[in-house]
């Protein structure tokens, strides 16, 4: 009998079998799940379940599948099934070529403690209710079956030991589908990114005897992005899909002796951050995103990428997280058909590589470097390509080869083959974290952090781990000889409290369970705020027309090439730009900095075109201790930031993938400490990539280039500010606070103003319309500058970032307006200005949509006002006391004093600015010689009343709703009336403002 196998049809990358005189082992034997049936096989509580009944098959089904079977659920038989929950049961299948008996036992892959966590809340929700099995077909020890069974659907693989059979349901329909894989038309598709292992993960012929298997238990957390969520409809259906996936995936390893569990599944029931487009990107955006997880590894699965990719060979018991992850495309549906095998594929492949098998086709096997089997160099793949090309395997790949690209296809009998299961299985058996699958684990906690850090405080925290009852604390000084304990408590956070500033400590934390304690997690350290940002300052650039250090500790850079220009708001000569082809400045004494272990680089940039961009680099480059940060490093393809301090490529390294280019100003701050073992990247104040690693500088003995050196394609093409290096790890309310106020050496004063605009309020929600921004109206540069308004040492040619004008609601843009720096006992004088941008809500923030507004000036007493395009400004009666801080003044509140008479107008409880400037000369005017009326008139054509203007951006519109109106409801024209007091005509009313 021909034996039929996965086939062409299939996308994936599989391993082969073994040496040319090893392939006879590939071939189906009885295994795991056949002896647990027969293990179970004299008990006499196994009975018969019927519960499909034969359909036959719609016309469009049987064009697709011809020789498919079609049945119909009997939801009685379905309901018995759950409420028993029977641990050994025999499932008939009424197929068109004879009914088909599934003999299956309880597989038991979901841990005791497997919970399901949503997205949108956070928060762990009841799993529903699902019964996993494995089993074998007519009783035949050489086929196998694994099936989920839900109070509404069945769903599973089968392989009668011809070939591979799909079970389950429909799409969007109760109607339940069995058929032969071979016979679906699926595009071949599918690929593996992970790459070969190096010479040291390089596979000798396994001594372990057939049958020996490790009895430890390898744990998951598998996440599931959005896109599945989608596909599936419900937050049930993708629950059932996925553990139903897990346990055919983990029945092929069980079947090989290897038991694999899935600990916790997290859903994406909203927009996730996973929208990369390939298999690489989803697999780094997961590293980012995920610092830490539930289980042993961890698995992303989604719909993009067509294919897969495991960070490492190595992820059981890594230190760093990022090489216990992977990603798997898979697919879900063919024209309404459930598919399971390809997606089966996928995870257990990707799997298999994290447990620490190569690819069957890798120069790396028998011993002597060689490959198993030969169908991914037949194929056209090149990995492999450094030694000669294998067999192809006549009875079907293993799990680990690229068979799939050739017609003997993937035979799930094969299982791994015997050189990679003695590696699966080995490393499994060594790796010290994992349990015993007969035990219940007192877990050990996972996921230590310390957060809320300031000078003299930490909150310490850490995943619950299995069976816990409480927890016992441990932390020191770093260098301490002895440890400070907290027993017994009862949370996975602990208030640390009575620290000191700028100082290094560590933790570790173990599990108190009923039948003793866990030993102690890895410890973890972090450093306290300093008392100030000047603390472990060692050099700021504020570059204000000079390179030179103003930290006072002297580190002065030379200047080749770079020019003066604007910052981020508008101020001339406050930053340098450089022109991407040899701009440079050079540090010469890099030597004197120590910054081995510890260091803290803050920076903004405007980056004009992406080409490497190097901020700072240290040269003679050294791959092995490597200073370098480019937030545009273009490497294989891709936008990556990179940040190297030591070892490229190893513990040094800290590389964002697919980073995009915007083109306008914005902030960075790495870090790197051996203290917490970590790096990490900050983008505009938040955490945008941690990795849980570290690396150290030993030669300082070099120069540091700003701008780049030697190589043209990284040199900076754009413009750099403010420039600091601490020798500390920054806390992330530091990042902040740089971020907000700026550098500790040219600090700036920072201003929340509050205000509304009294065209657009609408007093019922106390808000004021976006009308201009849903239209698409609000200009992305300050329009200000063209009003030919007076900007004064700052302001002009502001930008708003990417994204700020998509966001909606509360916090919503309205418009732009400009807020002054007056002098204190002068307040006729602007001392500088700043183009800001206003909200629904009335709060006055920078570029960002959301930081408040900072001037650079020294902290003091200012008087503070706020100036709009078609209404009256406004101004603080008195000083205020300005500062890094920012301080809030609030002219929505009629508590708040402004200078002159009915400067603003009343709304109930509100304030706002007088509107109806038209012609912004600081007086609005009904009737008469230059008045506002009449400038709507003539913005509609000056001859009919009726007439509007829409999709421009102009002062006629006063009421901000994107369209200019002078009749009709909602006009601008009436507005006006009511600001000059609406009973006479001729009255007027000015701006008050010194």
């Not at 990114?193 to 049958?211: L, M, N, Y």
Request: with cysteine; glycine share 10%; aromatic share 10%.
């Amino acid at each position: 009998m021909t034996t039929r196998s996965i086939s062409r049809p299939f996308v994936l990358l599989w391993i082969g079998v073994g040496l040319a005189y090893q392939l006879s082992a590939q071939s189906a034997a009885p295994r795991g799940v056949a002896t647990l049936v027969a293990d179970e096989a004299g008990k006499p509580t196994w009975r018969t379940y019927h519960p499909f009944t034969a359909k036959t098959l719609d016309a469009g089904t049987k064009r697709l599948l011809p020789e498919a079977s079609l049945f119909s659920l009997d939801a009685a038989v379905l309901e018995e099934l759950m409420r028993r929950a029977p641990e050994v049961l025999e499932l008939v299948l009424p197929t068109r070529q004879g009914e088909v008996h599934l003999r299956l036992v309880a597989s038991h892959r979901l841990t005791d403690e497997f919970q399901v966590l949503l997205a949108s809340s956070g928060r762990a929700i009841g799993a529903p209710p699902g019964l996993h099995y494995a089993g074998i077909v007519n009783n035949d020890p050489n086929t196998l079956a694994a099936i989920s069974i839900f109070p509404d659907q069945v769903m599973g693989i089968v392989h009668d030991g011809q070939g591979e059979h799909e079970l389950g349901p429909m799409e969007h329909s109760n109607a339940h589908i069995y058929y032969a894989r071979e016979d679906l038309p699926v595009p071949n598709s599918f690929s593996c990114g992970t790459e070969e292992g190096s010479v040291d993960r390089a596979h000798d012929v396994p001594e372990a005897i057939e049958g020996e298997r490790s009895v430890k238990c390898v744990r998951f957390y598998w996440e599931v992005n959005y896109d599945i969520f989608l596909a599936k409809g419900s937050v049930v259906n993708t629950v059932n899909y996925v553990t139903a996936l897990f346990n055919q995936s983990a029945v092929l390893y069980m079947n090989d002796g290897i038991s694999i569990t899935l600990n916790q599944v997290f859903v994406w029931d909203v927009a996730s951050p996973y929208t990369g487009t390939t298999i690489l990107e989803q697999l780094t955006y997961f590293q980012n995103t995920r610092n830490s997880f539930n289980g042993d590894l961890a698995h992303l699965l989604g719909l993009a990428g067509g294919g897969g990719r495991a960070a490492s060979l190595a992820g059981l018991c890594n230190p760093d997280n990022d090489n216990s992850m992977c990603y798997s495309g898979i697919s879900t549906s063919f024209s309404n058909v459930p598919t399971y095998s390809g997606s089966v594929f996928v995870v257990t492949h990707e799997v298999g590589h994290l447990l620490g098998s190569n690819h069957t086709h890798a120069c790396a096997w028998n011993g002597n470097n060689t490959q198993i089997d030969g169908c991914g160099p037949t194929a056209g793949y090149t990995e492999g390509n450094t030694c000669a090309t294998g067999p192809i395997p006549p009875s079907g790949g293993t799990m680990m080869s690229y068979c799939h690209l050739n017609p003997v296809g993937i035979n799930f009998l094969n299982g791994f083959g015997p050189q990679p299961l003695a590696v699966i299985t080995n490393s499994v058996s060594a790796a010290p974290c994992l349990i015993t699958c007969a035990n219940v684990a007192c877990g050990t906690v996972f996921g230590s952090s310390a957060s809320n850090i300031t000078t003299t405080s930490a909150v310490l925290n850490w995943m619950p781990a299995s069976s816990a009852i409480a927890y016992d604390l441990q932390w020191k000084q770093v260098g301490a000889a002895s440890w400070n304990t907290v027993s017994s408590i009862a949370g996975t956070s602990y208030p640390l409290s009575g620290l000191s500033p700028w100082t290094g400590y560590t933790f570790q934390v173990k599990t108190n369970c009923s039948g003793g304690a866990s030993v102690h997690a890895t410890a973890v350290g972090f450093t306290t705020a300093g008392n100030s940002l000047s603390d472990g300052l060692v050099a700021c650039y504020p570059f204000n027309n000079t390179p030179n250090d103003v930290s006072g500790n002297g580190h002065n850079g030379t200047l080749d090439g770079p020019l003066p220009t604007a910052d981020r708001y508008g101020v001339p000569n406050a930053a340098y730009a450089f022109d991407g082809v040899d701009d440079r400045i050079a540090i010469t004494d890099l030597n004197t900095w120590a910054i081995n272990n510890e260091i803290s680089i803050s920076f903004w940039v405007k980056a004009l075109e992406s080409k490497g961009n190097l901020i700072v680099w240290a040269w003679p480059d050294i791959a092995s201790d490597r200073l370098l940060v480019s937030p545009h490093y273009f490497h294989t393809g891709s936008n990556d930031f990179a940040w190297t301090f030591g070892t490229y490529d190893g513990t040094g390294k800290c590389y964002y993938t697919g980073y995009p280019l915007y083109g306008e100003w914005e902030h960075y701050v790495v870090t790197s400490s051996t203290v917490s073992n970590t790096m990490k990247i900050y983008k505009n104040g938040s955490l945008f990539d941690i990795e849980q690693h570290a690396g150290s500088l030993t030669d300082l003995d070099r120069t540091l280039y700003i701008g780049g050196y030697f190589l043209a394609n990284f040199q900076l093409h754009g413009s750099l500010d403010d420039l600091t290096f601490h020798r500390r790890e920054l806390t992330a309310g530091e990042v902040t606070q740089l971020y907000v106020s700026g550098t500790p050496c040219a600090p700036r004063i920072t201003v929340a103003a509050k205000v509304f605009l009294d065209g657009p309020y609408v007093q019922a929600n106390q808000l004021m319309n976006d009308g201009l921004r849903t239209a698409g109206l609000i200009p992305g540069i300050e329009p200000y500058s063209g009003l030919a308004y007076p900007l004064v040492a700052g302001g002009a040619g502001t930008a708003i970032s990417a994204g700020v004008t998509t966001s909606a609601g509360n916090n919503a843009i309205t418009d732009w307006v400009v807020v002054e720096l007056r002098a204190p006992a002068a307040p006729y004088v602007v001392l500088a200005t700043r183009t800001a941008l206003l909200q629904r809500d009335g709060d006055v923030v920078g570029m960002d949509g959301a930081s408040p507004v900072a001037f650079d000036a020294t902290s003091g007493l200012y008087s503070i006002a706020i100036r709009h395009r078609n209404h009256l400004g406004v101004m603080t009666a008195a000083p205020i006391a300005l500062s890094a801080v920012p301080a809030v003044v609030d002219f929505t509140s009629p508590g708040t004093s402004t200078y002159g008479i009915a400067a603003q107008r009343q709304v109930g409880t509100r304030m706002t600015l007088w509107t109806g400037d038209v012609t912004r000369n600081g007086q609005v005017k009904y009737a008469g010689g230059s008045n506002d009326r009449d400038p709507i008139l003539v913005a509609i054509g000056g001859a009919v009343p009726t007439a509007t203007l829409s999709g421009q951006y102009r002062a006629e519109d006063v009421n901000l709703d994107g369209q200019v109106k002078y009749a009709g409801g909602a006009n601008d024209r009436d507005i006006i009336l009511q600001t000059i007091g609406g009973a006479v005509p001729t009255a007027t009313r000015t701006q008050q403002l010194p």
